[in-house]
């Protein structure tokens, strides 16, 4: 068995490849790694013995790049679909071709490139650096290649400064999302059905005024109980601007059969923050392309993968058939992620309990999952747990109760007022609400349960201020707070421990998800859709939340792997650690892929693949980190 390290790209943080073939082997190889120009990327035009100004143009494009070669000293790359352009155009500069990167060296990290490529209608161009420093911390590059020999009348050179491509962000849309079939030339009223899906967006190009995304998978499902539209198709959206901020979508989708529809938007301020997407998008055409029939959508949507909860009320799952309990953490997909007994087996509590409930929960580095219970019980390795506590599934206390509530000095200081919702921040800090009024003596303030708190002593959001936009009827100064996630741009998603009135949007249940700007992101039911619950009930509560998504960019944690091979049975076993929260194993029958998962997103480190020795079979491993 051979092994060698890797560098870690983004999301795609490994591929492991597997022969299962005669003897067994183990090798680590990387996956083509696409990279895109950045800000401050430019191609210089210059004639040594001439007296014309040198020219500069800034440039866009994208190369892949391929592990050709790993040595003591140096790594190799190949540098292939290198296509760069002008940001004004002009046909003479665009470049395309190849080449090689090296970086390593025995006694200071250096880096170089060689480049054959053709500058628009002149061909076979060499392209070359030299040994020197690499201008940015790996796995970015930035580097100044530069023609040899050169041309006494057209010397080329080129500025790259170039990041890997990032993976596509997974949006799903929001409540408030609708599809309109209007008729322009008859007396009938528009109809508007509400619509959920999901689309992605990939980073196309980004330049100086704007960032320009593909979006693509677009599977949209409009229904009012009577109507159906099904919407399929994908297109382009841009957010940037020279003065302002604004934004544009333009789709070209199916809907209903109807294929061909082109959908677009003008340049206008976005209405929801970044990465958060709300926007009307149209049938603008002249003439329209069937007066009878014109769609227009009302698109909200945010970079959610996947919504781990828990409810209130145990139900039964007609998709399952099986019971799923209050204390389960349950995904959105219809599947449980972790029942409660996976989440309390490590803490060593005696006698035996079938169910604690789950209040609240997080997860930290390596899948660790942070949660509340509902019920005190007693642990022989930890000692009394109270339903303030923040736990671990590792079988440790994270923090006790008191310890969260300390800072704020309460007066009189209480056993425990329990712990409702919480969120633990990359720097440590920990945000949550508890269950009973507190006194803060620090504050000179009572602490109420549907305030947002930190374990820094501080008021982050009163109960008051998280519902002000939804304009709740009078008499609803506090309705609690059951869960909750905050955003990076500061936008917070919250459950409430009961429902109230908005003069705005009517009935609000304690089961809704909400969001701090003044919208529903989900009715009750909705979350719970996939499961088809057996029990009729209006709403199940909504009690610990954890969000899945691409829109908190951070340094990608790196795995490091053990690879175990059973020959005996054919059997692959993966085990891995990482600083990532979350993860999610895909497999290929070749290393460019397609990768297909092998398994749903889970915090487990290991994976056992029954793949069967038949033959030269092989198979390549990819696994994803949020």
């Given at each position: 068995?051979?092994?060698?390290?890797?560098?870690?790209?983004?999301?795609?943080v490994?591929?492991l490849?597997?022969?299962?073939?005669?003897?067994?082997?183990?090798?680590?190889?990387?996956?083509?790694?696409?990279?895109t120009?950045?800000?401050?990327?430019?191609?210089t035009?210059?004639?040594?013995?001439?007296g014309?100004?040198?020219i500069?143009?800034?440039?866009k494009?994208?190369?892949?790049?391929?592990l050709r070669?790993?040595?003591?000293?140096?790594?190799?790359?190949?540098?292939?679909?290198?296509?760069?352009?002008a940001?004004?155009g002009?046909?003479?500069?665009?470049?395309?071709?190849?080449?090689t990167?090296?970086?390593g060296?025995?006694?200071?990290?250096?880096q170089?490139?060689?480049?054959?490529?053709?500058?628009?209608?002149v061909?076979?161009i060499?392209?070359?650096?030299?040994?020197?420093?690499?201008?940015?911390?790996?796995?970015k590059?930035?580097?100044?290649?530069?023609?040899?020999?050169v041309?006494?009348?057209?010397?080329?050179?080129?500025h790259?400064?170039?990041?890997?491509?990032?993976?596509?962000k997974?949006?799903m849309?929001?409540?408030?999302?609708?599809?309109?079939?209007?008729?322009?030339?008859?007396?009938?009223?528009?109809?508007?059905v509400?619509?959920?899906?999901?689309?992605?967006?990939?980073?196309?190009?980004?330049?100086?005024?704007?960032?320009?995304?593909?979006l693509?998978?677009?599977?949209?499902h409009?229904?009012?109980?009577?109507?159906?539209?099904?919407?399929?198709?994908?297109?382009?959206?841009?957010?940037?601007?020279?003065?302002?901020?604004?934004q544009?979508?333009?789709?070209?989708?199916?809907?209903?059969?109807?294929?061909?529809?082109?959908?677009?938007?003008?340049?206008?301020?976005?209405q929801?923050?970044?990465p958060?997407?709300e926007i009307?998008?149209?049938?603008?055409?002249?003439?329209?392309?069937?007066p009878?029939?014109?769609?227009?959508?009302?698109?909200?949507?945010?970079?959610?993968?996947?919504i781990?909860?828990?409810?209130?009320?145990s139900?039964?799952?007609?998709?399952?058939?099986?019971?799923?309990?209050?204390?389960?953490?349950?995904?959105?997909?219809?599947?449980?992620v972790k029942t409660?007994?996976?989440?309390?087996r490590?803490?060593?509590?005696?006698?035996?309990?079938?169910d604690?409930?789950?209040?609240a929960?997080?997860?930290?580095?390596?899948?660790?999952v942070?949660?509340?219970?509902?019920?005190?019980?007693?642990s022989?390795?930890?000692g009394p747990l109270?339903?303030?506590?923040l736990l671990?599934?590792k079988?440790?206390?994270?923090?006790?109760?008191?310890?969260?509530?300390?800072p704020?000095?309460?007066?009189?200081?209480?056993?425990?007022?329990?712990?409702?919702?919480?969120?633990?921040?990359?720097?440590?800090e920990?945000?949550?609400s508890?269950e009973?009024?507190?006194?803060?003596?620090?504050?000179?303030?009572?602490?109420?349960?549907?305030?947002?708190?930190?374990?820094?002593?501080?008021?982050?959001?009163?109960?008051?201020?998280?519902?002000?936009?939804?304009?709740p009827?009078?008499?609803?100064?506090?309705?609690?707070?059951?869960?909750?996630h905050?955003?990076?741009?500061?936008?917070?998603?919250?459950?409430?421990?009961?429902?109230?009135?908005?003069?705005?949007?009517?009935?609000?249940?304690?089961?809704?998800?909400?969001?701090?700007?003044?919208?529903?992101?989900?009715?009750?039911?909705?979350?719970?859709?996939?499961?088809?619950?057996?029990?009729?009930?209006?709403?199940?509560?909504?009690?610990?939340?954890?969000?899945?998504?691409d829109?908190?960019?951070k340094e990608?944690?790196?795995?490091?792997?053990?690879?175990?091979?059973?020959?005996e049975?054919?059997?692959?076993?993966?085990?891995?650690?990482s600083d990532g929260k979350?993860?999610?194993?895909?497999?290929?029958?070749?290393?460019?892929?397609?990768?297909?998962?092998?398994?749903?997103?889970?915090?487990d480190?290991?994976?056992?693949?029954l793949?069967?020795?038949?033959?030269?079979?092989?198979?390549?491993y990819?696994?994803?980190?949020?």
């Amino acid at each position: 068995m051979s092994r060698r390290r890797i560098v870690s790209l983004g999301s795609l943080v490994m591929v492991l490849t597997i022969l299962v073939a005669g003897e067994l082997s183990v090798c680590w190889a990387q996956n083509r790694i696409t990279y895109t120009l950045l800000d401050g990327s430019t191609l210089t035009d210059d004639c040594p013995v001439c007296g014309r100004p040198t020219i500069i143009v800034p440039i866009k494009g994208t190369f892949v790049s391929a592990l050709r070669e790993q040595n003591p000293l140096f790594t190799t790359y190949e540098v292939q679909e290198l296509r760069f352009s002008a940001l004004n155009g002009a046909p003479e500069y665009e470049v395309t071709g190849g080449g090689t990167y090296e970086i390593g060296g025995e006694v200071a990290l250096v880096q170089r490139m060689s480049l054959k490529v053709q500058i628009g209608e002149v061909p076979s161009i060499d392209l070359k650096s030299g040994d020197v420093p690499p201008g940015q911390p790996w796995p970015k590059i930035e580097i100044d290649v530069a023609q040899e020999p050169v041309n006494p009348l057209q010397t080329f050179s080129i500025h790259i400064v170039a990041s890997p491509l990032q993976a596509a962000k997974s949006y799903m849309l929001l409540d408030g999302s609708t599809l309109t079939d209007d008729c322009t030339i008859c007396d009938r009223l528009p109809i508007i059905v509400p619509m959920r899906g999901t689309f992605s967006l990939s980073l196309r190009e980004h330049n100086l005024l704007f960032t320009v995304y593909d979006l693509r998978d677009v599977n949209f499902h409009a229904s009012n109980g009577i109507l159906e539209y099904l919407v399929n198709g994908g297109g382009t959206y841009e957010i940037g601007g020279e003065v302002a901020l604004t934004q544009r979508m333009q789709l070209k989708v199916q809907i209903d059969g109807v294929q061909g529809v082109e959908l677009k938007s003008d340049y206008a301020p976005p209405q929801r923050v970044w990465p958060m997407i709300e926007i009307d998008v149209g049938e603008g055409v002249v003439p329209p392309r069937n007066p009878l029939q014109v769609f227009y959508m009302h698109i909200v949507a945010a970079p959610v993968r996947e919504i781990w909860f828990s409810t209130r009320t145990s139900f039964t799952s007609g998709t399952l058939g099986e019971r799923v309990s209050a204390g389960d953490l349950i995904s959105v997909m219809g599947r449980i992620v972790k029942t409660n007994s996976d989440l309390t087996r490590n803490l060593g509590i005696m006698p035996m309990v079938f169910d604690l409930g789950l209040d609240a929960v997080d997860i930290g580095p390596g899948g660790e999952v942070f949660f509340s219970c509902d019920d005190d019980a007693f642990s022989e390795t930890l000692g009394p747990l109270q339903h303030g506590d923040l736990l671990s599934d590792k079988g440790r206390m994270v923090r006790t109760n008191q310890q969260l509530t300390s800072p704020f000095v309460p007066e009189p200081v209480a056993p425990d007022v329990g712990l409702d919702a919480v969120q633990v921040k990359e720097d440590g800090e920990i945000l949550f609400s508890i269950e009973q009024d507190l006194f803060s003596e620090a504050l000179g303030v009572m602490l109420r349960p549907g305030d947002l708190l930190s374990d820094k002593g501080v008021i982050v959001r009163t109960n008051k201020e998280l519902l002000a936009k939804f304009e709740p009827t009078d008499g609803q100064d506090d309705v609690g707070l059951d869960a909750i996630h905050v955003w990076p741009s500061g936008e917070i998603w919250f459950s409430t421990e009961s429902g109230f009135q908005s003069k705005r949007l009517g009935s609000i249940s304690e089961g809704d998800l909400l969001s701090d700007n003044g919208a529903i992101v989900f009715r009750n039911l909705e979350l719970l859709q996939s499961f088809r619950p057996l029990e009729k009930l209006a709403n199940f509560g909504l009690d610990a939340l954890f969000l899945i998504t691409d829109g908190e960019p951070k340094e990608p944690p790196t795995p490091k792997a053990t690879i175990t091979l059973r020959q005996e049975s054919g059997n692959v076993r993966i085990d891995w650690t990482s600083d990532g929260k979350v993860f999610q194993l895909e497999r290929a029958d070749e290393p460019g892929g397609p990768y297909v998962p092998v398994g749903p997103i889970t915090t487990d480190t290991e994976y056992i693949d029954l793949v069967a020795v038949l033959g030269t079979a092989k198979s390549f491993y990819r696994l994803r980190l949020w």
